[in-house]
Antibody, heavy 118, light 106 residues
Framework: EVQLQESGPSLVKPSQTLSLTCSVT????????WNWIRKFPGNKLEYMGY???????YYNPSLKSRISITRDTSKNQYYLQLNSVTTEDTATYYC????????????WGQGTLVTVSA | QIVLTQSPAIMSASPGEKVTMTCSAS?????MHWYQQKSGTSPKRWIY???KLASGVPARFSGSGSGTSYSLTISSMEAEDAATYYC?????????FGAGTKLELK
């Protein structure tokens, strides 16, 4: 079974870079689409972007200037970087996998809460 | 981007009661996914491609709809169904989620 696990700092200062890792077991990140999604304290879910099986990326236009998603296939991990964070980036961050868009986000990590505060 | 509007925002149901919640899209979409989330856990894919039940989802759940109007129905409410349900589309970029319907047990 595919399992995803987020890791990274739980506290980031304003204007700094938020960096998270998603470690994947049970499947290779060279298949499917590997995504980042976040949930704000008010319960709104926002899609952030993906890195595909081929290494191509897509970013939500609302974040396009601040976000980068990369991967290390040798470690079967992918990464999120979000630059110039503000308190409005405080959220629970999830990594999630899609095989086909028509099948939705079939697998999710447990989520990691990142607080942006001085 | 496509905006998904879920209603009601909050609802309660007694055991055995039929439950229906809706998701309205600002533009036509080809399919809709639904996720169940309970407090402190990550969302679980619940219904995908409008009407397909994810593995392990009880048969009392069903999904339907087309175009801009979709719904999730529980034929007979059980205590374990109390949760927040989110709809989600990826017919066009960026994928978007509804604000959720919180279902409580009466």
């Amino acid at each position: 079974e595919v399992q995803l696990q987020e890791s990274g700092p739980s506290l980031v200062k304003p204007s700094q870079t938020l960096s998270l890792t998603c470690s994947v077991t049970g499947d290779s990140i060279t298949s499917g689409y590997w995504n980042w999604i976040r949930k704000f304290p008010g319960n709104k879910l926002e899609y952030m972007g993906y890195i595909s099986y081929s290494g191509s990326t897509y970013y939500n236009p609302s974040l396009k200037s601040r976000i980068s998603i990369t991967r290390d296939t040798s470690k079967n991990q992918y990464y999120l970087q979000l630059n110039s964070v503000t308190t409005e980036d405080t959220a629970t961050y999830y990594c999630a996998r899609v095989i086909l868009l028509r099948e939705g986000f079939a697998y999710w990590g447990q989520g990691t809460l990142v607080t942006v505060s001085a | 981007q496509i905006v998904l509007t879920q209603s009601p925002a909050i609802m309660s149901a007694s055991p055995g009661e039929k439950v229906t919640m809706t998701c309205s899209a600002s533009s036509s979409v080809s399919y809709m996914h639904w996720y169940q989330q309970k407090s402190g856990t990550s969302p679980k894919r619940w219904i995908y491609d409008t009407s397909k039940l994810a593995s392990g989802v009880p048969a009392r759940f069903s999904g339907s709809g087309s175009g801009t109007s979709y719904s999730l129905t529980i034929s007979s409410m059980e205590a374990e169904d109390a949760a927040t349900y989110y709809c989600q589309q990826w017919s066009s970029n960026p994928p978007t989620f509804g604000a959720g319907t919180k279902l409580e047990l009466k």
